[in-house]
């Protein structure tokens, strides 16, 4: 029998895949000379601090206890974007990175949307589902720096 992901697990996990996201950003603004990307990336930092906001009212709702990332996950995507980053501080070369986090983000997501949708909580799915189509967007559009 399969498995069904609880509401709880998939708030947290929304909530974790936007403060990793956030992190990510965080760590990789400094390193950003192309003023249109760096635009771009703030404007998503602003869309993920909103999905963080949602998720810990929902948490507060469903009485769910929200963990922040992994401390040593938090460390290895700063030591991933400075190494990444050190030779090649391009437009493209951020975008590719970028892309790469976000896919990571929107397979995780559409993972759990598929194991809790038959029982998920009308506010969570809409909040996942909202999280997945904000970074489709996303994904499309740092493909344009490509």
Excluded at 13 to 33: C, F, K, V
Aim: net charge negative.
């Amino acid at each position: 029998m399969e498995e069904l992901k609880k509401d709880s697990e998939i708030i947290a996990e929304i909530y974790r895949n936007a403060q990793l996201a956030l992190t990510s950003i965080s760590d990789i603004l400094p390193e950003i000379d192309d003023v249109n990307i760096k635009e771009e990336i703030l404007r998503q930092h602003e869309e993920y601090e909103k999905v963080c906001s949602e998720a810990s009212a929902l948490a507060h709702k469903f009485d769910v206890e929200l963990k922040e990332p992994n401390p040593m996950k938090k460390a290895m995507m700063w030591s991933a974007i400075k190494m990444g980053t050190a030779s090649d501080n391009s437009a493209q070369n951020i975008a590719q990175m970028m892309i790469r986090g976000t896919v990571t983000g929107i397979t995780s997501l559409r993972t759990s949307l598929t194991d809790g949708e038959k029982v998920m909580d009308p506010e969570v799915k809409k909040l996942l589902t909202d999280l997945i189509a904000i970074e489709e967007k996303f994904e499309e559009k740092l493909k344009s720096f490509l």
